[in-house]
């Protein structure tokens, strides 16, 4: 139930960009079709309180979603400030992941390309192959135990755990989390996974033989990706002109 506490960090500044921000990244998920249906959920801590995170509501496509949408929960699901409802089941992996796993921005999407991989025996993205793939490299974790629907507490508790503090899980037969500081530089992350993925299925696809570079040049390539990462800010900011 939302007190008048809550409702104040709800509306205060620091609040309503990070309102906008997670809204954008979600308008901009379902832009580039990495959303499905009315299912999956991005959130954000807040800084000053990382207990209580933003969340997308239930029922609305990401391309509708603006910051006064946005709904405030605690660690257990309840809303605490917002004008919609919350997805009973929306912060079983969500909650976990930010309390076990301590990471600030939480991205969950079915992907296409992305998922596909996670039906594959290797169950997730080849970070040897194309340069995008490469920002990944040493990033990845995979949850390869399939359990079902993500119906309790205990559900994300173990798909936090099997991150094991990665940026990027995999989730076998399910789809992906993309994790981040910030949601710009998960976004950007989200985005660039995708596509990494989308290359690795359209060149296996062609029956040729795949050709990885060495995993020590890979490795260079992802630190120079988190090097800097001026581009994820400039990408995010031409979203937010182009898609409002």
Same mark, same amino acid.
């Given at each position: ?6 409702? /104040? #960090?709800?509306?205060?500044?620091? @609040? ?7 809204? $954008? %990244?979600? +308008?901009? &998920? ?33 391309? /509708? #979603?603006?910051?006064?949408?946005? @709904? ?7 809303? $605490? %400030?917002? +004008?919609? &409802? ?52 040493? +990033?990845? &974790? ?52 995708? +596509? ?49």
């Amino acid at each position: 139930m939302a007190s008048s506490h809550h409702e /104040e #960090v709800f509306f205060s500044g620091s @609040v309503a960009r990070l309102r906008a921000d997670l809204a $954008l %990244a979600l +308008r901009a &998920a379902a832009h580039h079709g990495l959303g499905e249906g009315v299912c999956n959920h991005f959130s954000i801590a807040l800084p000053e309180d990382d207990s209580l995170f933003l969340l997308n509501p239930r029922g609305l496509l990401w391309s /509708e #979603v603006r910051a006064d949408d946005i @709904v405030l929960v605690d660690g257990d699901g309840r809303k $605490l %400030a917002g +004008r919609h &409802a919350v997805e009973p089941t929306a912060m079983f992996i969500h909650a976990a992941i930010h309390r076990i796993a301590r990471k600030a921005c939480v991205l969950h999407t079915h992907m296409p390309h992305a998922t596909a991989l996670t039906l594959t025996e290797g169950r997730c993205l080849d970070t040897t192959l194309s340069q995008n793939a490469m920002r990944f490299h040493g +990033r990845l &974790a995979v949850d390869d135990r399939y359990n079902g629907l993500a119906l309790d507490a205990s559900e994300g508790e173990r798909i936090a755990r099997a991150m094991n503090g990665a940026d990027v899980a995999f989730l076998g037969n399910h789809g992906v989390v993309v994790c981040g500081e910030r949601i710009d530089y998960a976004y950007d992350d989200l985005y660039y996974l995708e +596509r990494a993925c989308q290359a690795e299925v359209l060149a296996g696809s062609t029956g040729r033989r795949l050709m990885p570079v060495d995993a020590g040049l890979a490795g260079r390539v992802a630190a120079q990706s988190l090097g800097e990462r001026l581009q994820a800010e400039l990408f995010f900011e031409a979203l937010r002109r182009t898609l409002g």
